[in-house]
């Protein structure tokens, strides 16, 4: 167990549809991050949230969001979903940026769109 | 920006057989170096890491040293085993400014007893 937990394991939707993904950092991290693994894309970064703000952005469609609460969980929205959101979405947190430790990731959330 | 660039895969080795998976980078400032393992349904793990020139990271057997004169961090591992199976990542940060994890595509291991 890596401390940083995510559900649902697996998510089964249909295209149009919207769902929201939920992650908890390990405790004592201040910073999320959202990453997406496809087989043809690799792992991309998605978004960062440090102590409930944004930080950074990456190649994240402007159909999906994110937030991070004040207890510091952060959800993952994704809307009007297509085929192609078929992934691996992962979330991680570091202590800080994560130069001297990197990150700890979830097992991940398995999004399927039919 | 920020690159990292591995070996493309699969690597398919016999069990106990010598092993280098090859990372090189390209980064604006100066990082740190990572490896990720991913087993299969898995999340991702760190495996080990270098934050300076020189530095060797290290653990369950694997090595890999920041090499900045060839800008590279290769894996190597000097027996295998048939649970050493997985992808594996290599990944940089930097070290100063702001920057968040950049991955290289991932190498597959397939070791066969």
């Known amino acids: 167990d890596s401390g940083v937990t995510q559900t649902p394991k697996h998510l089964i939707t249909a295209t149009g549809q919207r769902v929201t993904l939920r992650c908890s950092p390990r405790?004592?991290?201040?910073?999320v991050y959202w990453y997406q693994q496809s087989l043809d894309q690799g792992l991309q970064f998605l978004i960062q949230?440090?102590?409930?703000?944004?930080?950074a952005k990456g190649n994240i469609l402007e159909r999906f969001s994110a937030q991070q609460f004040p207890d510091l969980h952060s959800e993952l929205n994704l809307s009007s979903l297509e085929l192609g959101d078929s992934a691996l979405y992962f979330c991680?947190?570091?202590?800080?940026?994560?130069?001297?430790?990197?990150?700890?990731f979830g097992s991940g959330t398995r999004l399927t769109v039919v | 920006g920020d690159s990292v660039t591995q070996m493309e895969g699969p690597v398919t080795l016999s069990e106990e057989a010598f092993l280098t998976i090859n990372c090189t980078y390209t980064a604006t400032g100066y990082p740190s170096l990572f490896w990720y393992v991913q087993y299969p349904g898995e999340g991702l793990q760190l495996l080990l890491k270098a934050t300076k020139a020189d530095d060797k990271g290290s653990n369950k057997g694997f090595e890999a040293t920041y090499r900045k004169e060839t800008t590279s961090f290769h894996l190597e591992k000097g027996s295998v085993q048939v649970s050493d199976s997985a992808v594996y990542f290599c990944a940089l940060i930097l070290s100063s400014g702001y920057s968040t994890l950049t991955f290289g595509k991932g190498t597959m291991l397939l070791v066969s007893p």
């Open positions: 991680a947190s570091s202590v800080g940026q994560g130069a001297n430790y990197g990150y700890t």
């Open positions: 405790s004592g991290d201040l910073s």
């Open positions: 949230y440090y102590n409930g703000e944004e930080r």
